[in-house]
């Protein structure tokens, strides 16, 4: 588990420091204060030896909601990765945790000289367009993977099979991702899991299939009592977005995931027994939650369900921009309680 | 079961440019401060009422954690002794450590050389036990219904056991006995019943000009 982080020149964030980070983590904070982008250096810090994996996953989710970009086209697609567009200065995550010993990632673009030479003669042909380093040093072991752009197309370093890590946001379709997970819960068994969780949402829920009825694409369904099967995407955005963090969770140990806008499509009556939820299943699965929000009610609600849990495992981590500095302050249970009580606004 | 969003009234915000902090125990201590400082004093100060006296520690450790806390030239915090000296000493310590104040006390005075300032005032004195109702008990209008109340409580045997209780018990009385009777906080909208300007919240006044 993650307990601090410190990243450099990472997309909006110039400098920021977080202390004392839980085992589920709520971040708030304005527009444009960094909260998504923090979450993506959480990500890359639980898991820094796939950075460029990680990271490559991530620009193509961004990018594909404005663009066609190519990853190959690196100005368009890498730049915006970086502080101010500076690739060569590139940046830095810095971090620590229970299980290992510091580490740092550095990504960078590294300078191309021109043509390599092999005794004398030009070998334009090994000669990358473009060179991104990913470099992680932890006590006395440091790693590279590299990905470049050659004439033969880019080269992205080996993936590892087994990510530690979930992104969960709002999306107006389920992903690929969450149907083969759920899928192979079902192979394994271990699909109530998620049927429990969609009944707080709606108690006549019996159960969740996966259905092909046209012979092309699968699709979830749930189960109604007196309904029978209708499809999840008719259910609303927020029966939805209850299956994506049943499916997370149930195929996730020991793991981390990531939720941008945890609020978005729930009302705020699910919100307490979604978090009771995320509270137990967080307890059981040794599982790090990192989610973003906007909503006060779900910072509450938060709050009031560790208090009547008992489970000192929650922090609310306000992020604000400033000069050179993005500040975060973390608050703990008992003092989100009392903001609450007192009408302390602490969302920035 | 899960419960409506929160309709509470809130603190108001920090303001990015200097201010000053006043920190309260409680709605009659707002009122007070606002009545007693005038409109230009006022206006200048941001006042976060803990809304209860157990409160005032996580306020302040809430107001110094909000990051246009920085803006902050002073901070003041009001409490009551009420009967509890040693609990106040306890409570202020509390609150100081919370703004990172590691000087001794001084009551009505600010820690120099601190950014910000931080002072504590705790009413009526700084050293006997009692409240705000002190002050207010000695800044009363009307001499003929205080002679009146004081013959009430004679009458009925001294019945509050401590001082505190004693000056809110009056002051009730007193505020009781108005043509439409009045609770604390209603009496100070105004300046009929209280003399604003009376020299008992002199001392008072002059702390919240300091900030």
Same mark, same amino acid.
């Given at each position: 588990?993650?307990?601090?982080?410190?990243?450099?020149?990472?997309?909006?964030?110039?400098?920021?420091?977080?202390?004392?980070?839980?085992?589920?983590?709520?971040?708030?904070?304005?527009?444009?204060?960094?909260?998504?982008?923090?979450? $993506?250096?959480?990500?890359?810090?639980?898991?820094?030896?796939?950075?460029?994996?990680?990271? /490559?996953?991530?620009?193509?989710?961004?990018?594909?909601?404005?663009?066609?970009?190519?990853?190959?086209?690196?100005? $368009?697609?890498?730049?915006?990765?970086?502080?101010?567009?500076?690739?060569?200065?590139? %940046?830095?995550?810095?971090?620590?945790?229970?299980?290992?010993?510091?580490?740092?990632?550095?990504?960078?673009?590294?300078?191309?000289?021109?043509?390599?030479?092999?005794?004398?003669?030009?070998?334009?042909?090994?000669?990358?367009?473009?060179?991104?380093?990913?470099?992680?040093?932890?006590?006395?072991? !440091?790693?590279?993977?590299?990905?470049? *752009? /050659?004439?033969?197309? =880019?080269?992205?370093?080996?993936?590892?099979?087994?990510?530690?890590?979930?992104?969960?946001?709002?999306?107006?379709?389920?992903?690929?991702?969450?149907?083969?997970?759920?899928?192979?819960?079902? *192979?394994?068994?271990?699909?109530?899991?998620?049927?429990?969780? &969609?009944?707080?949402?709606?108690?006549?829920?019996?159960?969740? =299939?996966?259905?092909?009825?046209?012979?092309?694409?699968?699709?979830?369904?749930?189960?109604?009592?007196?309904?029978?099967?209708?499809?999840?995407?008719?259910?609303?955005?927020?029966?939805?977005?209850?299956?994506?963090?049943?499916?997370?969770?149930?195929?996730?140990?020991?793991?981390?995931?990531?939720?941008? =806008?945890? !609020?978005?499509?729930?009302?705020?009556?699910?919100?307490?027994?979604?978090?009771?939820?995320?509270?137990?299943?967080?307890?059981?699965?040794?599982?790090?939650?990192?989610?973003?929000?906007?909503?006060?009610?779900?910072?509450?609600?938060?709050?009031?369900?560790?208090?009547?849990?008992?489970?000192?495992?929650?922090?609310?981590?306000?992020?604000?921009?400033? =000069?050179?500095?993005?500040?975060?302050?973390?608050?703990?249970?008992?003092?989100?309680?009392?903001?609450?009580?007192?009408?302390?606004?602490?969302?920035? | 079961?899960?419960?409506?969003?929160?309709?509470?009234?809130?603190?108001?915000?920090?303001?990015?440019?200097?201010?000053?902090?006043?920190?309260?125990?409680?709605?009659?201590?707002?009122?007070?401060?606002?009545?007693?400082?005038?409109?230009?004093?006022?206006?200048?100060?941001?006042?976060?009422?803990?809304?209860?006296?157990?409160?005032?520690?996580?306020?302040?450790?809430?107001?110094?954690?909000?990051?246009?806390?920085?803006?902050?030239?002073?901070?003041?915090?009001?409490?009551?002794?009420?009967?509890?000296?040693?609990? /106040?000493?306890? &409570?202020?310590?509390?609150?100081?450590?919370?703004?990172?104040?590691?000087?001794?006390?001084?009551?009505?005075? %600010?820690?120099?050389?601190?950014?910000?300032?931080?002072?504590?005032?705790?009413?009526?004195?700084?050293?006997?036990?009692?409240?705000?109702?002190?002050?207010?008990?000695?800044?009363?209008?009307?001499?003929?219904?205080?002679?009146?109340?004081?013959?009430?409580?004679?009458?009925?045997?001294?019945?509050?056991?401590?001082?505190?209780?004693?000056?809110?018990?009056?002051?009730?009385?007193?505020?009781?006995?108005?043509?439409?009777?009045?609770?604390?906080?209603?009496?100070?909208?105004?300046?009929?019943?209280?003399?604003?300007?009376?020299?008992?919240?002199?001392?008072?006044?002059?702390?919240?000009?300091?900030?």
């Amino acid at each position: 588990m993650l307990t601090s982080i410190t990243v450099e020149n990472f997309r909006g964030i110039e400098r920021l420091h977080v202390e004392g980070l839980g085992r589920v983590n709520l971040i708030i904070g304005r527009n444009d204060s960094g909260k998504t982008a923090l979450m $993506e250096a959480l990500m890359l810090a639980r898991d820094p030896r796939n950075a460029i994996g990680i990271l /490559t996953a991530r620009q193509r989710m961004r990018v594909a909601n404005t663009s066609n970009t190519d990853i190959a086209d690196f100005d $368009e697609f890498w730049l915006p990765i970086f502080h101010r567009m500076d690739a060569l200065a590139g %940046f830095r995550i810095h971090s620590t945790s229970f299980a290992d010993l510091p580490l740092t990632l550095a990504v960078a673009k590294e300078p191309v000289d021109g043509p390599m030479t092999i005794d004398g003669l030009k070998a334009s042909v090994v000669t990358p367009a473009w060179t991104l380093k990913a470099t992680v040093a932890g006590g006395r072991h !440091e790693t590279t993977s590299v990905i470049d *752009q /050659t004439a033969t197309g =880019e080269k992205l370093p080996t993936a590892q099979t087994n990510i530690p890590s979930r992104w969960i946001s709002p999306s107006p379709v389920i992903g690929s991702e969450d149907i083969r997970a759920f899928s192979k819960l079902k *192979q394994q068994g271990r699909d109530e899991a998620v049927t429990d969780l &969609l009944r707080y949402v709606n108690d006549q829920v019996s159960g969740v =299939e996966l259905l092909a009825p046209t012979g092309n694409r699968v699709s979830v369904y749930v189960r109604l009592r007196r309904e029978g099967l209708v499809p999840l995407l008719m259910m609303g955005e927020g029966m939805k977005r209850y299956f994506e963090f049943a499916v997370s969770f149930a195929a996730t140990d020991g793991a981390s995931i990531h939720i941008d =806008e945890i !609020e978005n499509g729930l009302h705020h009556s699910v919100m307490e027994p979604l978090w009771t939820w995320i509270s137990k299943a967080t307890r059981a699965k040794s599982v790090q939650v990192f989610a973003t929000t906007h909503s006060e009610e779900c910072v509450q609600a938060a709050s009031r369900v560790f208090k009547a849990e008992n489970d000192n495992g929650l922090r609310v981590i306000r992020l604000d921009k400033q =000069e050179h500095l993005t500040k975060a302050v973390v608050y703990d249970r008992d003092l989100v309680e009392a903001a609450e009580r007192m009408g302390v606004e602490i969302r920035g | 079961m899960s419960r409506p969003p929160n309709e509470k009234k809130k603190q108001p915000p920090f303001p990015t440019e200097p201010f000053g902090l006043l920190l309260v125990e409680g709605g009659d201590e707002e009122k007070l401060c606002k009545a007693i400082a005038g409109p230009a004093v006022w206006g200048s100060l941001v006042c976060w009422n803990a809304r209860g006296r157990p409160n005032i520690t996580e306020l302040a450790r809430l107001a110094a954690q909000d990051p246009s806390f920085r803006y902050a030239r002073s901070v003041g915090v009001l409490l009551d002794m009420e009967d509890d000296p040693v609990g /106040t000493q306890g &409570l202020i310590q509390e609150a100081l450590a919370a703004l990172n104040v590691t000087a001794p006390f001084v009551h009505g005075a %600010f820690v120099p050389g601190a950014a910000p300032r931080v002072g504590v005032f705790v009413s009526p004195d700084g050293q006997q036990t009692g409240s705000i109702e002190g002050l207010c008990k000695q800044a009363v209008r009307d001499p003929a219904l205080t002679s009146c109340v004081n013959a009430l409580v004679t009458c009925a045997g001294q019945p509050h056991t401590t001082q505190a209780r004693g000056m809110k018990g009056w002051l009730d009385a007193y505020l009781a006995m108005q043509p439409e009777p009045l609770r604390l906080h209603q009496a100070l909208n105004g300046s009929k019943v209280f003399d604003l300007n009376h020299v008992a919240f002199d001392p008072l006044r002059a702390f919240l000009q300091a900030l």
